[in-house]
T-cell receptor, first 108, second 114 residues
Framework: RKEVEQDPGPFNVPEGATVAFNCTYS??????FFWYRQDCRKEPKLLMS???SGNEDGRFTAQLNRASQYISLLIRDSKLSDSATYLC?????????FGAGTRLTVKP | NAGVMQNPRHLVRRRGQEARLRCSPM?????VYWYRQLPEEGLKFMVY????????ESGMPKERFSAEFPKEGPSILRIQQVVRGDSAAYFC????????????FGNGTRLTVT
């Protein structure tokens, strides 16, 4: 089993749609979790941390389920500018591991 | 702006040459990570270093690749005798190292082996 696994993409959605990504992790001792976005050929940028109680930042909501070892990202009212690859990141106690990423394309 | 600085941005090497990639972490960060990204693929962990120590190099090929993070100066990822398959984007990231510290990435070095 991979250390961090994400939904396979790509996701193609119309503007205004709601889209959700899931990510599972293998190490139950993992301490912290993040979502990053990566635009084509650029460096990943932090989108949001994921807290145990769940957290929201504008149109983005992140959830953590420790019992089932997964995190999720919900994007509401999708914009064209949300088109990117979304990376799930897990602090595996000693270091950080990235999921392979899920590509999102928002179409007009 | 004291972000993560990587250089060079682009590096072209012929097969058999050496490539040296440099990374200066954000001010105050003592943890450095190196990742490799092949075209159309995800980020692959290579190595995690703290000052003067390699913490985890499980993602680094056993031969030709080495990394260091000296007490003074940037972290260096060194690839000896490069081959075409080494062509990729190499990203460096740094963090404070505490459990909930996110990674901050540099712009990456795009290595092309001809």
């Amino acid at each position: 089993r991979k250390e961090v696994e994400q939904d396979p993409g790509p996701f193609n959605v119309p503007e205004g749609a709601t889209v959700a990504f899931n990510c599972t992790y293998s190490n139950s001792a993992s301490q912290s979790f993040f979502w990053y976005r990566q635009d084509c050929r650029k460096e990943p940028k932090l989108l949001m941390s994921v807290y145990s109680s769940g957290n929201e930042d504008g149109r983005f909501t992140a959830q953590l389920n420790r019992a089932s070892q997964y995190i999720s990202l919900l994007i509401r009212d999708s914009k064209l500018s949300d088109s990117a690859t979304y990376l799930c990141v897990v602090n595996m106690v000693y270091d950080m591991r990235f999921g392979a990423g899920t590509r999102l394309t928002v179409k007009p | 702006n004291a972000g993560v600085m990587q250089n060079p941005r682009h590096l072209v090497r012929r097969r058999g040459q050496e490539a040296r990639l440099r990374c200066s972490p954000m001010k105050g960060h003592s943890h450095v990570y190196w990742y490799r990204q092949l075209p159309e693929e995800g980020l692959k962990f290579m190595v995690y270093l703290q000052k003067e120590n390699i913490i985890d190099e499980s993602g680094m090929p056993k031969e030709r690749f080495s990394a260091e993070f000296p007490k003074e100066g940037p972290s260096i990822l060194r690839i000896q005798q490069v081959v075409r398959g080494d062509s990729a984007a190499y990203f460096c990231a740094s963090s404070h190292g505490t459990g909930d510290s996110p990674l901050h990435f540099g712009n990456g070095t795009r290595l092309t082996v001809t």
